[in-house]
């Protein structure tokens, strides 16, 4: 079980943050100049990533204040890494002052995990038995039945400019790298007690195996896929803001609808594919800016091509404030349903959200304001996966392998709900520690989730 000692108690350690000027303009009010950041660590441990250490910190520029609390530049750093090879390097930029009147928005990111989540394709219609995976039930197979071995690099460059009014262009480009592939159990058994240890995969194959073409495995997913590969992008759109301000805007709507051209090479080159992305974002204020309702709908969809199996999960977008974007399930999408539990080649989703700022306060003239978010989220698979096996295939396959298929297969997906609530602390309207905790409505997509970052989730 995890323990997560990221030290939410510990959010003292953001108050020592730098300010290079602050000036007040009444009694309650901060108007923050010149540089302002906060940081955190990030620590942590995990029975089978073993410990993890590392940092974050947040820097923001406001010049001299006049577009507060707009910032003209903030520069985003990230490294932590476990013990067992799982982790996050990242450095990320955004700024509307770079290039005159052009927003630019950049990202260089690596994602290490010697544990992802891997849990078939097309949502219930893939049975998750998640007592495989639970040590205490008397089920279990291997906690590392529903993971596989996933390595993520990104770099990507995108730009905004104005249209007109609130109307903005969008144009990007980049580069993914995945490297995929089983878990590397001799690895994460070393130096663990024999009762701690996890089963090897020919003792106990986990499902990453059973989707694998080969001996073990029944062929959901093709040689040329298997492990990963390298995936050029660009991409254009339009984006709709008007926004009051970047972070938990109190007012306004930020919509956009953009086309992603992925490419692929050699092997792979029958993974060229082009996605189309659509979302809406309303925030509408309650009363003042102490109570706002704030909705998100979305849609994803391959519209040409096929896209390879470690890409279906990742959520396109031309702001990459996060570090990671699977979905759908997670912090990202659907909170407390386990992450790429709906896996499709097209998805719609929803989140919902009630912010409420409790109080505001001033320490060490920084402003800072304590808020909740009840919060419900929903999605459903559009463009279910097409599977290369029949289900007549998948019967004789699983019976070869000594299970049953009804472990593994069902006839259909459904809607897929969670609900939760969440903390907010923040520091100057855009520093913004997160904890959201949720609970899936359905027992097939888990139990609950409980996700502490940065920033609001929309």
Excluded: C
Aim: proline share 3%.
């Amino acid at each position: 079980m995890k323990k997560n000692l990221f030290l939410l108690l510990s959010i003292a350690l953001l108050f020592p943050i730098v300010s290079v000027q602050a000036a007040e303009k009444d009694s309650t009010e901060i108007v923050k100049k010149g540089w302002s950041f906060g940081a955190l660590p990030s620590v942590g441990y995990n029975t089978d990533l073993g410990f993890q250490y590392g940092a974050l910190a947040e820097f923001f520029h406001y010049g001299d204040g006049d577009i507060f609390p707009q910032y003209k530049h903030l520069m985003y750093v990230e490294a932590n890494y476990t013990t067992k090879r799982s982790g996050l390097f990242r450095v990320f930029y955004d700024s509307e002052y770079l290039i005159p009147k052009v927003r630019v928005t950049l990202d260089v990111s690596y994602i290490p995990e010697a544990m992802a989540d891997f849990l078939g394709f097309n949502g219930y219609s893939s049975v998750y038995n998640p007592q495989w995976g639970e040590t205490e039930d008397d089920a279990y197979l291997s906690r590392a039945f529903y993971k596989m071995k996933k390595d993520f690099f990104r770099a990507t460059a995108d730009f905004q400019g104005n249209v007109t009014g609130n109307l903005y262009w969008n144009a990007g480009a980049g580069l993914f790298y995945y490297y995929a592939d089983e878990v590397n159990i001799d690895f994460l058994n070393k130096n663990k007690a024999e009762d701690k240890k996890l089963p090897q995969t020919q003792d106990q194959p986990t499902l990453f195996n059973y989707y694998s073409p080969g001996a073990l495995g029944w062929g959901l997913i093709k040689p040329n896929e298997l492990n990963g590969g390298t995936h050029p992008f660009v991409r254009a759109g339009l984006t709709y803001d008007s926004r009051n301000q970047l972070n938990n805007p109190s007012r306004g709507i930020w919509a956009d609808a953009f086309l992603t051209y992925f490419g692929a090479f050699g092997e792979q080159k029958e993974y060229n594919h082009v996605t189309l992305n659509v979302s809406f974002r309303h925030y509408i204020p309650l009363w003042k800016d102490k109570m706002i309702f704030a909705y998100r709908l979305g849609y994803q969809s391959a519209l040409w091509g096929q896209t390879p199996y470690y890409m279906k999960n990742y959520m396109a977008t031309l702001f990459t404030k996060r570090a990671n974007y699977e979905m759908l399930g997670g912090a990202n999408s659907l909170r407390g349903i386990v992450r790429n539990r709906v896996t499709g080649d097209g998805y719609a989703y929803a989140n919902v959200e009630l912010r409420l700022k409790l109080v505001s306060f001033q320490i060490a003239r920084q402003a800072f304001y304590i808020g909740i978010n009840p919060l419900f989220d929903i999605g459903y698979i559009t463009k279910p996966v097409k599977l290369n096996r029949s289900e007549f295939e998948l019967r004789a396959l699983t019976a070869a392998s000594g299970v049953r298929y009804e472990d593994f297969f069902s006839d259909k997906d459904g809607v897929h709900m969670s609900a939760g609530a969440g903390l907010k602390i923040a520091m100057n309207e855009n520093f913004i520690v997160s904890v959201d905790f949720a609970k899936a409505l359905n027992k097939q997509d888990g139990k609950t989730g409980l996700y502490i970052m940065l920033g609001y989730m929309f």
